[in-house]
Nanobody, 129 residues
Framework: QVHLVESGGGLVQPGGSLRLSCAAS????????IGWFRQAPGKEREGVSI????????VYADSVKGRFTISRDNNKTTVFLQMDSLKPEDTAVYYC??????????????????????WGQGTQVTVSS
């Protein structure tokens, strides 16, 4: 059974940094894609970034490109989202999600629109002075 637990959210000032973690278990990494999504009050859920367990490719939303970095630990247990140069508009509940099983080679930005199969409970990120 796929199990996802997010951590690392909090309050940060504009221009600051946070690192979110997603502890993931219950599946074979090679056949899953793991993504970060966010939802701000009154807005639709938005795909932020996705990591392919099949070949390590990554995709980013234009709004976070160059500021956020997705990665996975070498033990294949956790996916991270390093968020730098945070802006007030990054304020949202951030969710970790998993899609699979399948083959996820050469991910394209359209993957940010996929309906992922498994979801964590979310963690709040607030960017405010």
């Amino acid at each position: 059974q796929v199990h996802l637990v997010e951590s690392g959210g909090g309050l940060v000032q504009p221009g600051g940094s946070l690192r979110l973690s997603c502890a993931a278990s219950g599946f074979t990494w090679d056949y899953y894609a793991i993504g970060w999504f966010r939802q701000a009050p009154g807005k639709e859920r938005e795909g932020v970034s996705i990591f392919s367990g099949s070949d390590g490719t990554t995709v980013y939303a234009d709004s976070v490109k160059g500021r956020f970095t997705i990665s996975r630990d070498n033990n294949k247990t956790t996916v991270f989202l390093q968020m730098d140069s945070l802006k007030p508009e990054d304020t949202a509940v951030y969710y970790c999600a998993a899609e699979g099983p399948g083959y996820y080679h050469k991910l394209a930005p359209i993957a940010l629109k996929w309906n992922f199969d498994y979801w964590g409970q979310g963690t709040q990120v607030t960017v405010s002075s």
